[in-house]
């Protein structure tokens, strides 16, 4: 067994955090999902600069509702939609389980999200209704140019942030250039509400569907006029009005603890951003020239959870992970790769290889980033990495 010297993920919930939570406990508060709740949907979107936000039980379950209710909507011409290579299984598993039918885009050499040049002749060939874009580890993408096909192209664009949230582009928050943008709460993310996620949206009608679609597909969650409205339209009377479900929903709410802890957090994420932010840039300056790493563009903030880096070939990355184990540093792939080399992918559409995903399965590997960890700890991490690369 490691004796682990630093983890790859540290959590942000700290003492004080659980002992205001404790507090609160004791003092006989409503738990499953209440006013707590709505308060952080609230705070959130505040904080995201979008209208509507929906708090659930993880970022695979925003994923979940983003493609369900898209699927609902009505909006839709067709159920082709654009997958990334890299991201993470949840990014991809909806569309499956929902009948879309999923094509894969290799990943953008700069940025690892979605390639552009790709992306541009998949739509030309397929002419999709929807592309699933996920904003890789806290690097923000290239946006301008993604809007740009967005306009060109016409297609509702899905946007996985749940492992970039804070991360910003000219000012835009990662997770707000989407119709529907999901983020994840569990353990060693930017933020943490234990387990947790939300989808937040500019579309009144999506939040609507989101709002039921979190809860058994009843209309008790939506503003008390579209809650009537529709009680008027069904004719339905006062004993069965609580109990009515107008779509086949799921259950993937989260409860007004995970609110309560993800008020607390939200109240210290521009520090935990900047924290991140300068871990990210220190080992940017130490290893940004030896290995391939994510570009950050003019104007972007990056916001990561664990620095992701590319060796040369895997007989490097096989060095380097024992050198990092040796010396009691937690690693792991980047990401989940590629997702077309993975079973759930291959099995059913055959492999999808591409030179920079491929590259990014067979020779990435993440380093620790968390706020605790200190610039000597980035530098003792880094001089590891350097030294095992040397051979
Ligand atoms: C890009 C991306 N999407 C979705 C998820 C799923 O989030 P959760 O673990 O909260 O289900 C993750 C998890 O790391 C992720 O990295």
């Not at 096909?149 to 997770?175: H, T, V, W």
């Not at 993800?262 to 932010?277: T, Y």
């Amino acid at each position: 067994m490691m004796n682990v010297k630093y983890h790859l993920a540290e959590d942000t919930i700290d003492n004080q955090d659980i002992n205001s939570l404790i507090e609160w406990l004791k003092g006989g508060p409503r738990l499953t999902k209440s006013r707590l709740t709505v308060e952080f949907e609230k705070k959130w979107g505040e904080w995201l600069g979008l209208p509507y936000s929906v708090f659930c039980n993880s970022g695979s379950s925003a994923n979940l509702l983003m493609y369900y209710v898209l699927s609902i909507s009505g909006r839709l011409k067709n159920k082709k939609v654009i997958v990334p290579s890299v991201g993470w299984v949840t990014s991809i598993a909806p569309a499956i389980q929902f009948g879309f039918e999923p094509v894969m885009c290799e990943a953008d050499k700069d940025t690892f999200g979605l390639d552009l040049d790709h992306l541009e002749t998949l739509l030309k060939k397929h002419n999709p209704s929807t592309v699933f874009m996920v904003q890789v580890l806290g690097v923000p993408h290239k946006m301008k140019e993604l809007m740009a096909l967005r306009q060109k192209y016409g297609f509702f664009l899905l946007e996985d942030a749940c492992a970039a949230i804070g991360a910003s582009i000219d000012g835009k928050k990662a997770g707000s250039f989407g119709d529907m943008g999901s983020f994840s709460f569990y353990f060693g993310h930017q933020m943490s509400t234990i387990e947790g996620g939300m989808v937040s949206t500019p579309d009144k009608q999506f939040r609507d569907l989101l709002l039921m679609m979190r809860s058994h597909g009843w209309s008790k969650d939506l503003d008390r006029e579209d809650h009537e409205a529709l009680v008027k339209k069904y004719g339905i009377d006062d004993f069965h009005t609580p109990f009515v479900f107008y779509e086949p929903g799921f259950n993937v709410r989260n409860t007004d603890l995970g609110a309560f802890l993800g008020l607390r957090q939200v109240a210290k994420l521009d520090w935990i951003i900047s924290r991140r932010q300068e871990n990210h840039a220190l080992y940017k300056k130490h290893l940004g020239d030896k290995f391939t790493i994510q570009k950050a563009l003019p104007g972007a903030v990056v916001c990561s959870i664990s620095f992701g880096a590319l060796a040369k070939d895997t007989e490097e990355r096989r060095r380097i992970v024992k050198a990092l184990e040796n010396n009691g540093i937690e690693t792991r792939i980047f990401s989940a790769g590629n997702l077309g080399l993975h079973p759930f992918w291959y099995n059913r559409y055959g492999k999808a290889s591409f030179p920079m995903a491929d590259r990014i399965h067979h020779c990435g590997f993440f380093l620790p980033n968390n706020p605790s960890l200190r610039p000597q700890d980035v530098d003792a991490i880094s001089g590891v990495v350097l030294d095992a690369a040397k051979g």
